[in-house]
């Protein structure tokens, strides 16, 4: 593989790095992207790349010919941030007070532009077609279905796609065969009862007590409900209603997540959600209405991709390949998954006291940028390579 890689990689660190650190102070929520999608579409029509702006609404699509025809591989980063207020520490934090990109995808992004860089510089290598697919709303579980259906997979044969992971130090790429990365449903749970004084609870149906007995309940699913041992996850991680010590609020919401492995377990899960919220609720004197909001398959890796990335990976120099096993995080990379071979990797960018996901200090090894965006180059000349 191309000796020069990582002496074009060490040369592009300072830029990518100051990318990465750009869009960090200035993130922006699913499909709001707006910002981002302007700086990712200027660098890369200034690569020379044919690129399709607005798609999804500020999703980019930018494919690379090589210079002989051939196969089409399909490199993909998501841009979008999270409702998070950073305390991070750093000297480059968020000036978007509530937003920040807590889960890398500002990494991602620059790592996907440094890959543009260094697969334009080796246009003549490629055999086939690269398509950099930008997408928004990744955190929403559904920027990656409206990229696809505005005719993202058109004609692609392979896709990759990374993700920084931050238990994991610098250095490790983990992937495997088959499922990696759960399904997920997101759903809602609204509890409505009866408004009234909070001194005279007798008068009114009290929401919050109800949804209090509800999150308890849900609990049984796993504990319960499920074969030790099978991976599901059922979450409740948001709770809105009420803003007065003295009032009983008519309505309270509940928002939560189930992860999935296998379809039997996933309509187990959202059927008994949606009973177990019911009944507490009628045995309480409320009501109870439950929708799923989004959902994304389970990631399923295909074994030549995977091989490639591998390949790719190891011929660095500066990182080793684990298999962690299935992980009940998600991704909705898995849309492109379920409809061509593929592989999504992830790159250690932290260790066992680093933040995790989500979280308001939240930060990464930012040597992983260059890593990813060298193992999407290495594994697309491989898989392009002229015969």
């Not at 200034?46 to 999804?56: E, F, H, M, P």
Request: proline share 5%; with cysteine.
């Amino acid at each position: 593989m191309a000796d020069d890689l990582n002496r074009d990689v060490s040369l592009l660190d300072r830029d990518l790095v100051a990318v990465r650190r750009d869009l960090h102070r200035h993130p922006e929520l699913g499909y709001a992207e707006v910002r981002t999608s302007q700086i990712v579409a200027e660098r890369l029509r200034a690569l020379g790349l044919s690129v399709r702006a607005g798609i999804a609404g500020t999703g980019i699509i930018a494919d690379l010919e090589g210079e002989r025809p051939g196969r089409t591989v399909l490199l993909r980063a998501d841009m979008d941030a999270l409702p998070v207020e950073e305390q991070s520490g750093h000297d480059f934090p968020s000036e978007t007070r509530g937003v920040m990109h807590a889960c890398g995808h500002d990494a991602h992004v620059s790592a996907l532009l440094g890959a543009a860089t260094l697969l334009a510089e080796r246009r003549g290598r490629i055999a086939g077609k690269v398509r950099l697919v930008f997408q928004p709303a990744e955190e929403l579980s559904d920027g990656a279905l409206h990229m696809i259906r505005a005719g993202a997979l058109d004609g692609v044969d392979t896709a990759l796609g990374a993700h920084v992971i931050s238990p994991l130090p610098f250095g490790v790429v983990a992937t495997r065969t088959g499922p990696f990365f759960a399904g997920y449903d997101a759903f809602e749970i609204a509890v409505v009862g009866k408004a009234g004084h909070g001194g005279l609870p007798h008068m009114s149906v009290d929401p919050i007590y109800a949804a209090a007995q509800v999150v308890t309940a849900l609990q049984s699913i796993v504990a319960r409900e499920v074969k030790p041992g099978e991976p599901l996850v059922v979450s409740i991680s948001a709770i809105s209603g009420g803003n007065a010590a003295n009032v009983v609020v008519e309505r309270v919401t509940l928002q939560g997540t189930v992860r999935w492995f296998s379809r039997e377990s996933r309509e187990h899960a959202l059927e008994r959600v949606q009973a177990i919220a019911s009944g507490v609720c009628s045995a309480l004197r409320a009501t109870c209405e439950f929708k799923v909001v989004s959902t994304a398959p389970v990631t399923a890796n295909a074994a030549a991709p995977v091989d490639l990335i591998a390949a790719a990976a190891r011929a660095t120099g500066r990182a080793s390949v684990i298999d962690p096993g299935p992980l009940t995080v998600s991704e909705d990379f898995s849309e492109f998954t379920d409809r061509v071979p593929g592989c999504l990797f992830t790159v250690g960018a932290g260790g066992p006291t680093a933040a995790p996901h989500h979280h308001h200090a939240f930060d990464l090894d930012e040597r992983a940028i260059g890593l990813i965006a060298e193992i999407f180059t290495r594994a697309t000349l491989s898989a392009l390579r002229p015969e």
